[in-house]
């Protein structure tokens, strides 16, 4: 969902993204069709200009839509050679960073809509990437269980690291700075306090859920955290409420299958999910 809560995005195994205004649900998508594999990443910028997409066929793709043509072309960024995995630019629009299953790249937003080559690149095997409401920190979570918090003001040095014991799904910094929040391939959320003078360990542990966590994300206010799972449930956490309070949240039914994706609009107001059903 875009951060004005006007356009919900959607990707397909047929190798369209579908463009919906939220304003009119019955006027017809927008279609942009020119990934020649499934869509596997989309993002948008904060701006809400720009449109990034990742696919199986290895192919990064923009979309300027601050161009209103009835048909958008994109531009090729660049061709991973392998599946892209995952997509993020900086709140700030100042970095964008792709992943695959064994590399990420990291590129000056600006700087690649002309052609330049990636700021930095570093072999790692990340399941799942974000970055903090100031554009700081780089989250990144890894089947080894691992996630990861590298410091974009020095890239190239070390990251921290969090031990997760299981693979990681999603992970993201609250609004604040003070929470990091993670999801793994069980059922398992952790909430670490980034406030701690040892802020690695001993975090928070829930289990709500009873399978998998696929999905999990975060309003812009970081009022709310949506998790999706595999036992077909979406659960709503009130991150504002009491310590006590915020381990019971809402269960949200109605799908069939197990959750893919979930996405809050900026507003706040509204939130998509998608399932296997």
């Known amino acids: 969902v875009s951060s004005d809560s006007r356009w919900l995005l959607s990707g397909s195994e047929d190798h369209t993204v579908q463009m919906w205004d939220l304003s009119d649900l019955e006027a017809s998508p927008y279609i942009l069709n020119d990934h020649k594999g499934a869509i596997t990443a989309i993002v948008i910028s904060s701006d809400n200009r720009w449109i990034i997409t990742g696919s199986v066929d290895g192919a990064i793709l923009a979309w300027d839509f601050g161009v209103q043509e009835q048909h958008l072309n994109s531009i090729l960024l660049n061709d991973f050679g392998e599946i892209v995995k995952e997509i993020v630019i900086s709140p700030n629009n100042h970095w964008l960073i792709a992943s695959s299953s064994s590399i990420i790249r990291i590129w000056n937003f600006q700087e690649i809509l002309s052609g330049n080559m990636p700021v930095f690149e570093f072999a790692e095997s990340i399941a799942t990437?974000?970055?903090?409401?100031?554009?700081?920190?780089?989250?990144?979570?890894?089947q080894d269980g691992n996630v990861y918090l590298w410091d974009m003001n020095e890239i190239r040095s070390a990251p921290l690291?969090?031990?997760?014991?299981?693979?990681?799904k999603n992970a993201f910094i609250t609004q604040g700075g003070d929470l990091l929040i993670t999801g793994n391939d069980k059922n398992a959320i952790y909430f670490w306090d980034l406030t701690s003078t040892s802020p690695s360990l001993l975090p928070v542990a829930l289990h709500n859920?009873?399978?998998?966590?696929?999905?999990?994300?975060?309003?812009?206010?970081?009022?709310?955290?949506?998790t999706g799972s595999s036992d077909k449930s979406v659960r709503l956490w009130d991150l504002s409420k009491p310590a006590g309070d915020t381990f019971l949240p809402v269960s949200l039914s109605g799908h069939t299958e197990g959750i893919i994706s979930a996405s809050i609009s900026g507003d706040g107001q509204h939130l998509a999910t998608s399932s296997n059903d």
Do not use: A
């Not at 100031?134 to 989250?139: A, G, M, N, P």
């Not at 690291?161 to 990681?168: E, I």
């Open 129 to 142: 990437i974000s970055f903090s409401f100031d554009s700081q920190w780089l989250v990144g979570g890894s």
């Open 161 to 168: 690291v969090f031990h997760n014991h299981n693979g990681v």
């Open 209 to 226: 859920h009873d399978d998998s966590i696929t999905s999990m994300t975060m309003s812009f206010d970081s009022k709310w955290l949506v």
